[in-house]
């Protein structure tokens, strides 16, 4: 799996079961109606417990200049400190936004499901924040990598 390249997000969530965020590459569209989102957690990562309580959360998709977050919520950081590494707001649900985000969908989890060592999570999109500048930030080959957005799509990328 760490040839595959993957767009790099930030799932954070609050409420019952505390402020918790980290981060994830396994992140996909499931349906435009009702719009779901599918986010696969650990069951070991320090972020579980409160998402197990919690019935919301946050997707947060990141621009190349946040490489430095992403590998914040994707350590052994305490979880105030990856709060306080950037600036936040919030949405429809209360789940953290980051500000300055690619995008960021915020989500009600409608289902979950145990597979392996990970919960599966369906998330309704309930709102949007406005969409943030920059290039996309990609996790491949057990680092980041970033691809240039906004350039005219070639017929064969379409396919």
Do not use: K
């Not at 950081?77 to 995008?103: C, E, K, Y």
């Not at 499901?113 to 990609?138: K, Q």
């Amino acid at each position: 799996m760490a040839r595959v390249a993957s767009a790099v997000h930030l799932v954070t969530t609050d409420g019952p079961g505390g402020r918790a965020g980290f981060t994830a590459s396994a992140v996909c569209s499931v349906s435009d109606a009702p719009p779901t989102l599918l986010v696969c957690v650990n069951r070991t990562t320090s972020a579980y417990a409160a998402l197990r309580e919690n019935d919301a959360l946050c997707v947060s998709t990141l621009a190349a200049e946040q490489a430095a977050i992403a590998a914040a919520f994707g350590g052994r950081t305490p979880m105030a400190a990856r709060f306080a590494a950037a600036a936040w707001t919030t949405l429809v649900t209360g789940a953290p936004a980051l500000r300055d985000a690619l995008t960021a969908f915020d989500c009600r989890i409608v289902a979950r499901h145990p597979v392996g060592t990970h919960d599966v999570l369906y998330c309704e999109v309930v709102g949007l924040a406005e969409p943030g500048a920059g290039h996309a930030l990609v996790y491949a080959d057990r680092g980041y990598h970033t691809v240039t957005l906004g350039g005219p799509a070639r017929r064969e990328d379409a396919a």
